[in-house]
């Protein structure tokens, strides 16, 4: 009987688990991943702790490991960035979950975890490490396990003793040992789909020297070890800056697996405030130059690489206007580039985000370009309703575009965007010859599509307001981007997004 039963055990993981691993392990094709076939993946995942203190997934004690792996699903994840520390796998492989949190006078969590999840109170915690990564794997959702820091603790700031090599906890032997241990430990698992070096290079002793001799050794002892898995890479000054690649790239000689990451937060570019006391054009578009300086630069040019922002959000629950408008920015940049992200982290996930989770370019398609027209505040797409006029909905239903000269015409159709005046519904128009058929992008951002109306004056595009889908015509807000320019002019960005899905 009990033969018998491990055999439905294993059959029914298998079953499971089929869906993914028929289609892993991922590689890359110049800046894009991509599963066995060929096909482009795109990376959509949310960040989940594990390397702090209790050296044991964050949550756990509210909910059952399940339910959560569930939620996640349900909010549009298709993989999570996994974090551990390096002590934890070298050091503290022994220690079990429930013993652990009583060292750090956590028994109101032990019985909680007890409550919860059951079977996490009395393993160790690289085995209620493999224990979170099966069900994933159960749950059909891919794994980035990332190198987060090596003593268990928050991360991150210049002196945790965490931040570069040599630093007192830091120790580039231990760290390598970490990598292959944990390489070793995922084989067989084909849902860990990646694994990160570590997370947020910083500090005073930084140095380019020094990053390109222990990365390039991480690189080759986590793909001697597993050679299924891709290899993320993480830059300088908390993983902002790869631009040193530009003159020197990094030779690894492991083929189709390397993936460079970067992060982006409202304080990553300047002070936070800078979002409230800047001309929000300018601001963003310095934001999404710096990237490009830093980082973007590599998945363009002749030989392009794989390139994932493995970190950027905010605190969803409580948004501010500066939060608001870094996200609206970085959606804007996420968006265009159609860049595979992180989220951090799991929180209220908001739908603005959909278009993001879409795959908007596939390297592999025969299909012919077009636009999808994005409104990054409301994170919804421009159609065309019934009576031939333009409102903003679910990005599923939206409208394709071709852009000719200044005119912008459906897709097989040929009827040409046109405004009527200000504060009127924009609408279709067999019209293509008319002014105020014609456009061009406006201020720093390029994300004012203006025309002028009869009078000469230009009108942008703006959602009406925030419960009316209509798109209308206003005077055009901070398009010259002066610095005593201080309104808000996300309600008139709309942005012409590639695609040929």
């Not at 549009?76 to 796998?89: E, I, K, L, P």
């Not at 630069?297 to 950027?312: D, H, K, R, T, Y």
């Not at 239903?397 to 000719?404: F, I, R, V």
Request: aromatic fraction near 10%.
């Amino acid at each position: 009987m009990r033969g018998k039963h491990l055999c439905l055990i294993l059959l029914l993981s298998f079953s499971i688990l089929a869906s993914i691993s028929n289609s892993l392990p991922l590689s890359t094709n110049k800046r894009w991943i991509v599963d066995e076939s060929g096909k482009r993946v795109k990376l959509h995942c949310v960040n989940w702790s594990s390397h702090l203190n209790a050296m044991i997934a964050e949550g756990l004690d509210t909910i059952s490991l399940k339910n959560l792996i569930s939620q996640l699903k349900e909010l549009g994840f298709n993989c999570v960035r996994y974090t551990w520390s390096t002590h934890m796998f070298t050091r503290y492989s022994t220690y079990k979950v429930g013993e652990n949190f009583d060292k750090f006078n956590l028994s109101d969590s032990r019985v909680l975890i007890k409550y919860y999840n059951p079977s996490l109170e009395n393993i160790t915690v690289v085995e209620a490490f493999d224990f979170v990564i099966d069900e994933f794997g159960k749950q059909d959702m891919m794994v980035l396990v990332d190198n987060h820091v090596s003593d268990p603790k928050w991360c991150c700031d210049d002196k945790d003793g965490n931040g570069f090599f040599d630093d007192k906890y830091f120790d580039p032997k231990e760290w390598l040992e970490g990598l292959s241990n944990v390489a070793n430990r995922v084989k067989g698992k084909p849902q860990v789909v990646a694994i990160g070096l570590r997370n947020e290079l910083r500090g005073p002793k930084q140095n380019q020297n020094n990053w390109y001799k222990y990365m390039s050794q991480g690189v080759r002892t986590v793909h001697n070890a597993n050679p299924n898995v891709l290899v993320f890479v993480s830059g300088l000054n908390y993983d902002t800056d790869l631009s040193f690649l530009k003159t020197n790239p990094l030779n690894t000689n492991i083929g189709n697996k390397l993936v460079y990451e970067v992060h982006s937060y409202a304080w990553s570019s300047g002070p936070r405030s800078d979002w409230i006391d800047k001309p929000l054009n300018q601001k963003c578009a310095k934001v999404m130059n710096g990237l490009n300086d830093r980082a973007g630069f590599l998945i363009s040019g002749s030989n392009p690489s794989a390139l994932v922002m493995s970190e950027f959000g905010m605190n969803m629950e409580h948004l501010d206007d500066m939060n608001q408008r870094f996200m609206s920015c970085i959606m804007v940049y996420l968006v265009g580039n159609d860049l595979d992200w992180a989220l951090w982290a799991a929180q209220e996930f908001p739908q603005r985000f959909q278009l993001l989770h879409k795959k908007l370019l596939e390297p592999s398609s025969n299909s012919s370009k077009s636009y999808i027209i994005y409104h990054p505040l409301s994170g919804q797409c421009v159609r065309v309703s019934n009576n031939h006029k333009l409102e903003l909905g679910d990005c599923e239903g939206a409208s394709k575009w071709n852009q000719e000269g200044q005119q912008i015409k459906l897709v097989g159709n040929g009827a040409c965007i046109e405004a009527i005046s200000e504060r009127s519904q924009v609408k279709l128009s067999s019209n293509c010859m008319s002014q105020q058929s014609f456009w061009e992008k406006l201020s720093a951002t390029n994300l004012h599509l203006s025309t002028l109306d009869r009078q000469g004056q230009n009108l942008c595009l703006e959602r009406e307001s925030p419960t009316s889908p209509k798109i209308v015509t206003r005077k055009c807000i901070c398009v010259d981007d002066t610095p005593s320019c201080l309104d808000d002019p996300q309600t008139q960005w709309f942005q012409l997004v590639t695609t040929n899905v």
